[in-house]
């Protein structure tokens, strides 16, 4: 997935609650920064696996360096 592509998608979330009145694009943001912060905590996580539990979950450690050295807003 290009760079900046989930990002674009949470704007775009974010301007539709907005669009629709009222403090239903707080809602919208708040949900956003929620998923950011669970998506980096899951790849820190993935991150500091080591070899055998990695092949325990079917994982390689080049997918695991990958999606670990991810940044938070992309999917």
Do not use: N
Not at 4 to 24: L, M
Not at 41 to 58: K, V
């Amino acid at each position: 997935m290009p760079s900046g592509q989930g990002r674009e998608a949470s704007v775009g979330s974010v301007r539709k609650a907005t669009a629709a009145g009222g403090w239903g694009w707080l809602e919208a943001a708040l949900a956003t920064l929620a998923t950011w912060r669970e998506r980096s905590r899951q790849r820190r996580a993935l991150g500091e696996l080591d070899g055998f539990l990695l092949r325990d979950i079917g994982v390689s450690p080049a997918d695991a360096r990958r999606e670990a050295g991810k940044s938070f807003w992309e999917r």
